[in-house]
């Protein structure tokens, strides 16, 4: 079936680091992608998605293409700030599904 | 823009009692989900209803679960009689049809059952 793994958690980075979340799937179809993100106490949001081979889909200056050669879709920012410490979950909705399957989240810790 | 909107967004109630939490998903979405988020077993997909028929409940844990989607504007998940295992956070969710239309989350409901 399908599935999505992410990197172990936490990642724990210093502000104005680079970041790389990375994220591998597994499909039968031609999934759709999707990076979410769950601030402390709150649902998850939308951060940002990819349809399709080669898109490239950006939000807030976070940023992760759809790589259908090695079915990854990492998630990387040029330069994180205090107020990204978060929990990121990668997930894909594969074709003629409505359900979408989730990573096991990864949790990003940024000091000052 | 209204969000997905559940309530109430904490309960804490005694093990025994009946639980029922509510969901009113974004207008004109057709496709709605519940999830139950804990630390043991992060993120799990319950129930999920396209046009307001159950689709999928394999995310079910027991016959003590049960959900139900009344019309286009509201969803419940009601859990009777509540354990303490039961405790957690649940999310509802909603969606357009389509491939590429993403779920968009409530701000979940703190459930706590002593």
């Known amino acids: 079936g399908d599935s999505v793994t992410q990197m172990e958690g936490p990642v724990t980075l210093s502000e104005e680091a680079f970041l790389t979340i990375n994220c591998t799937y597994t499909?039968?179809?031609?999934?759709?992608l999707f990076w979410y993100v769950q601030y402390p106490g709150e649902g998850l949001q939308l951060l940002l998605k990819?349809?399709?081979?080669?898109d490239k889909g950006s939000n807030k200056g976070f940023e992760a293409t759809y790589r259908k050669e090695t079915t990854s879709f990492h998630l990387e920012k040029g330069s994180v700030q205090v107020s990204d410490s978060a929990v990121y979950f990668c997930?894909?909705?594969?074709?003629?599904?409505?359900?979408?399957?989730f990573g096991t989240g990864t949790r990003l810790l940024v000091s000052p | 823009d209204a969000g997905v909107i559940q309530s109430p967004r904490h309960e804490v109630t005694e093990m025994g009692q009946e639980v029922t939490l509510r969901c009113k998903p974004i207008?004109?979405?057709?496709?709605l989900f519940w999830y139950r988020q804990t630390m043991m077993r992060g993120l799990e997909l319950l129930i999920y209803?396209?046009?307001?028929?159950?689709?999928?409940d394999s995310g079910m844990p027991e016959d003590r679960f049960s959900a139900k989607m009344p019309n286009a504007s509201f969803s419940t998940l009601k859990i009777q009689p509540s354990e303490p295992r039961d405790s957690a956070v649940y999310f509802c969710?909603?969606?357009?049809?389509?491939?590429?239309?993403?779920?968009?989350f409530g701000d979940g409901t703190r459930l706590s059952i002593l």
């Open positions: 969710a909603s969606s357009e049809t389509g491939g590429g239309q993403p779920q968009h």
């Open positions: 499909a039968t179809g031609y999934p759709s």
């Open positions: 990819a349809t399709k081979a080669d």
């Open positions: 997930a894909l909705k594969d074709t003629g599904f409505q359900k979408l399957v």
């Open positions: 207008s004109g979405h057709n496709s």
């Open positions: 209803f396209n046009n307001n028929v159950p689709i999928d």
